[in-house]
Structure formats: C-alpha cells, structure tokens
C-alpha cells in the first residue's frame, strides 16, 4: 500500500470557477446561500467569487456584494485578473488574493489578451504590494500541462512560471490542468518535480474532469505528496473548449475518495451533498455526480 | 515516475454486463451490429451474451442467436449461471465460457437464490469437464471488495474463493467491484495479493464507476502490475442498487487513459466511438462518457 497524506485541504472553486461559465443568471442570494452551506459542511477554503469585467463575466457582477456578505471563515480568496480587479477586492474587504495567469502564450492570448510575459510584468508589482500590505496570495498556474492550441506543454516552462511567482513571495501555488487532459503518470511526475524544486510555497492541485481521469489525477498527485485540491461542489463548471464536457472534480467524489482511503478533510458528505442541492435548481444541468446521484436516492 | 505495463487486454462486456440491465428492448441486429463494431475497433475478447433464465433477463433471451451470428475473432465469452446454461452455451457452439459467484453469501443468494458454497459445489463438475474438453474458462468474482448487504468483505474470503477456482484449472479471474466502491489503495492493495499468491492464472479486474472512481482504481491496479481490464463501451451498464448511477467503467475513457501512459491496447479511439453511436439510440440513457462526448462535439 502507498503511503498517503494523513490529511487534504479542500479548496472549493465552485461558487467562482463553477458558476462563471453558468449560462442562467444565478442570483446573489442563491450564491450566498450555496457559499454558507459549502462553509457548513466544513469546507475552509473557498473561491467565492471573481473581480472581473462584468462585461465578459457578468455571472460575477455582484463580486463587491457577495464578499460583502459572506462569513469570514478560513480562507476566501477572490480571483482576478489585473491590477483593477486586485483594487476593487481590496476595496471590498478581502484578504486572500487569487491571480492567474496561463502557461501557455496562446491561451493566455485568448484568455486575457495579454501574452504570459505581459501578464507577469503586470502581476510582479501588484504582488510585491499585496506581499507588504500582509495578504494571502495564490497563483493559479492554468494550462500546466496542456494548452487547447498549443498541445503539450513543456514541463519547464511550468517550473519556470511558478519558480518566477515564489521568487515573489507568494504563499500558494494552484498548478491547473485546464482542458482535463493530463494523465496520471503525468500528474505524478509534474507534482513530483515541482513540489521537490520548490519546497516552500503551498502546492495545490487542479484538476479538471473532461476525459474522467480528475479522480485517478488526484490520486496520482497524493502518491507525489500533494495534500491540497481545488474541487468544485457538483462538479460545477466546464472548459470552455468542450461545452458538453464535465467541468472541475466534483468535491463530494474527491471527498469520498479522500474519507474511504483514511484521509481527513473534515467535510461532511452530508452536510456537503445538501449545499450541492441547494445550489442545483440554479444551474442548467443535472448534477448526476457519482456522491450527489447516491444522496438524491437516499432522499 | 512509476512503470505500467507495455500493453492491456481491454475485456469489452457491453454487450453482456452493459445490456442486461437496459430496460428498452434492444433488437439481435442492434446487439450483433453493435458487436461488430466493437471488433472493427479492434476489441479481440468480449463477453457477448449470457446463457440465463428469460424470464429472468428477458434482454439476454437472444443469446443462440447473438453466437450464432458472431464473427469469431479473438475470444468471446458468454456467460453462465448453472449447469443448464453451460448445456445450452456448448450446443450453441462457443468456445469461452465465463461463470460467476459472488464472495458474498448474501448477494449470491439475493442473485441466483443459492449460497457461495452451493454455488461452487455445482460448478466444480461443470468446470471440470469445460477443462477436459479444452473450453478456456473465466470466473467472475463478484463483491470481491464490498457488499450491498454484508458491507467490507474480508480479503482473505475474496483469495480464498479464488484459489478454489485456480485448484480446478480455471483460465482466468475476473475479480469485481461489483458496487463501485473500492479505492484506489483497496484496489492496489488487492490485486497486488492476488497476483502474488495466484500466479498462473490471468487476472482481470472488473470496476464500476458508481462512485467515479473507476479510471483511479484501474491506474491503482497497473501499479500492481494487473494488465486486463473488463470494461463497457459508452460506460453502459448499471448496479441494480444504485439506479440513477453510471455503470462499468467505459472502455473509450479507459482505452484514452491507457494510450496517453503510451500504454497500447490495438484499440481504435474513432472506430471504438462509432461502435458507442451505434448502440446509443437504442439504450434508455444518453451517453455521456468523457471521450464519447468529445467525439460527438467534433461530429
């Protein structure tokens, strides 16, 4: 038998990466109320929403309320994507900072319109400031392992990426594979290297659904030493780049593992089927992941 | 980076595993189009029919008429609950005979109303003549892992009852996770038993997805050095004790997992995918496999 972390931080995406992409207009009550169920359950560290333009992303137009009313509890980091946003979420109270940026040119092209150089010339001072002023900063790595127009990407321009972010002193690192294509050899082998060539910055594990392999990847990333995971309530969200796809781990699936394999999250199944019950009316598609099908049985 | 084997045998059982359970009712020529084109994908073994009751699994009534109509290639399999069955399995003219039992006494019984050792006393005759007569035998050893009514089952009950069908010379194990929900260290854990104690027989392992931890359990059971997997095209299939729940693991997202580790199946990714679309409208589900579901995004 491998040896396993005897513990996992769950960093729920949900109520950010899993409803950004949501086609019906989720109100901000219902979010609020999804978001204080997830912390019931005893999740402690959460995306709770994004500082983007409301005219690209306007699921997240109400970021300013939703930090406004949620309960400050563990962690909740808010996304964004350039010096305005990061000002707008200060301005709004927050103390845990997510930036992002993407591996790949292409994509961080697409994404942002801004290659990644741009983009980390741009992060570096906000960074710097965020450092000084005493917050919590996560960078999320995106296209880690493969881009959807440049292929396969090279594992040392990952290191390099997230070598130049914890030269910065950023706190956390999130490493994504954002179209759900890596494997497990792959997730082993990346999160090897990187967690032995940068030790001292937390190293969280992202993984996406789309070909299935999110669960055997998170597995493969505990045998390499990872023990925190960005998962999504419901398996909410999906890439962009393939619509009908499943989106992000589901984190009930990723919980159960967890539990059944002896590793504690203290997350409730129960409490955290519940919070993806209230949030499903809200949502176009049926949730059928494998824990919320068995609970809805159960009902 | 940890090794894998260089090539798998993927053992398809859609058209046995994965329709049984279907509630329309699926035509000889849909089945034996379907089972055509599995081989066309270049599946070489594949549980095809099964020789039971029609009374009590009224889809499997055809199961003459599917031998009869099958292109031999490679090995097919029907299986077979009793002595009848065999009888009736041999006079149609196959080749490959699987039979089953479950290490639960109580699942067995609730499944063909006999005991675990009533049902090795009937087959031990029987699988001593398929053996004299040159038949290639599988067993299928069902709750190897858990059970809907006894819970855990003891690891040392699952090798015992395999080890019985080893002393009679049985070809092959195909050991189930009958209601999808071992972990990826159970998994790892058992096979690595099995093999290490019964070596000269083929091992297969059999994985439900019901919990979605399918693909995590079959890289689990690699490490352990298993190189055959029984698995279902379009994910079809369903445990009767979990109705709303996803079947066997699907041969196209296992197939993709295996061929981006550079592990070769002679499978054909596109050809495996008409063969899903070939079956679909006939089935009651959609199929939302991850792999399926890309291919139909580029249709």
Not at 35 to 47: D, R, T, V
Not at 243 to 269: F, Y
Request: with cysteine.
């Amino acid at each position: 038998m491998f040896s396993l972390p005897n513990d996992v931080t769950i960093i729920e995406v949900g109520p950010r990466d899993g409803l950004q992409n949501e086609k019906k207009e989720v109100s901000t009550e219902q979010k609020l109320l999804f978001i204080k169920a997830l912390q019931e359950s005893g999740i402690k560290e959460m995306e709770i929403t994004s500082f983007v333009s409301p005219k690209w992303v306007p699921q997240m137009a109400d970021a300013a309320d939703i930090v406004e009313h949620v309960q400050q509890q563990g962690r909740q980091f808010v996304l964004t994507p350039n010096e305005k946003g990061v000002t707008r979420a200060i301005e709004a109270g927050v103390k845990s900072v997510a930036v992002f940026v993407g591996v790949s040119n292409s994509f961080n092209l697409k994404n942002i319109n801004k290659t990644t150089e741009q983009s980390m010339q741009e992060l570096k001072p906000i960074i710097n400031q965020l450092k000084q002023q005493g917050y919590f900063v996560r960078a999320c790595i995106s296209t880690a392992f493969y881009c959807p127009y440049e292929g396969e990407i090279n594992v040392e321009d990952t290191l390099a990426l997230c070598k130049e972010f914890a030269s910065w002193g950023i706190d956390e690192l999130s490493v994504a594979d954002t179209i759900g294509m890596a494997n497990p050899q792959e997730s082993y082998s990346l999160f090897s290297y990187l967690m032995r060539e940068i030790p001292n910055v937390l190293m969280t594990a992202h993984f996406h659904d789309t070909r299935k392999m999110g669960l055997a990847n998170i597995y493969a990333a505990l045998l390499a030493g990872v023990s925190r995971f960005d998962t999504s309530a419901g398996g909410l969200g999906g890439c962009p780049f393939a619509p009908g796809a499943t989106g992000n781990v589901a984190t009930e699936d990723v919980v159960n593992m967890l539990h059944t394999m002896g590793v504690q999250t203290g997350i409730d199944m129960n409490l955290l089927c519940k919070a993806v019950s209230i949030i499903e009316p809200s949502v176009s598609r049926p949730i059928e992941t494998g824990m919320y099908t068995l609970y809805k049985m159960e009902q």
